[in-house]
């Protein structure tokens, strides 16, 4: 069985800084990863994904995540937010059962 | 892109009442999902299914019940709801297809009252 952990429930940011929110996983076999977000009343979209290959995956909108194995977290970082990032993001793992195991959420809110 | 459609985004139901909520996706997934959505507590799977007829318990399958006739198409049943029932209900689709593994795509959510 793998589980997710989001180390931080809420995270406030100003505009234009730097922000990380972290996600440690456990699993005994290879995983898939991956962060969704959830903009207030909607449902979840999904941000970015690491199937295999480059340990380093991007969003559209400037988010990226790294894989890193030994420490099993895929952390996600923005080197400067927008107002508009503010939202719930989650972390998912899944070891190619077709389901996914989330995290509790991480609520980032971007003061101006 | 691919579309997960829900029946409705708010409903207010009474204690006892039997309420369907629908779930259609148009993208030809063979998985469906079921899922609630409570603060504090992320999301918790209900009920998935992985081809027509074919259902699976998830972690908190009680007090609900789910129907897979048509490929395109997931009902989760409340036979007799109740308060503690009171959530926002997410439902997801999801391809066997390689490289898309297991990446889940959302509907709008159903957020229900039971009063």
């Known amino acids: 069985a793998q589980s997710v952990t989001q180390l931080d429930s809420q995270v406030p940011v100003f505009e234009e800084a730097p922000v990380e929110l972290r996600c440690n996983y456990s699993?005994?076999?290879?995983?898939?990863l991956f962060w969704y977000v959830q903009y207030p009343n909607q449902g979840l979209q999904l941000l970015l994904k690491y199937l295999s290959g480059s340990t380093l995956v991007e969003s559209i909108n400037g988010f990226e995540a790294e894989f890193n194995k030994s420490q099993t977290s895929f952390h996600l970082r923005k080197p400067s937010v927008h107002i508009s990032d503010t939202a719930e993001y989650f972390c998912a793992v899944s070891a190619g059962s077709y389901q996914l195991t989330f995290g509790k959420g991480t609520k980032l809110s971007v003061i101006p | 892109d691919v579309k997960v459609t829900q029946s409705s985004r708010y409903l207010v139901k009474r204690t006892g009442e039997k309420v369907f909520l629908e779930c259609v996706q148009d993208m030809d997934h063979e998985n469906m999902f079921w899922y609630r959505q409570d603060p504090g507590l992320g999301l918790r799977l209900i009920y998935f299914?992985?081809?027509?007829?074919?259902?699976e318990k998830g972690d908190i399958p009680e007090g609900y019940s789910v129907s897979r006739e048509k490929k395109e198409r997931f009902s989760l049943i409340l036979e007799s709801a109740s308060t503690n029932q009171t959530s926002m209900y997410l439902c997801?689709?999801?391809?066997?297809?390689?490289?898309?593994?297991?990446?889940?795509?959302f509907g709008p959510g159903t957020r229900l009252t039971v009063l």
């Open positions: 299914s992985y081809d027509v007829k074919m259902k």
């Open positions: 699993s005994s076999v290879s995983v898939y």
């Open positions: 997801a689709s999801s391809s066997h297809a390689s490289g898309d593994t297991d990446t889940q795509y």
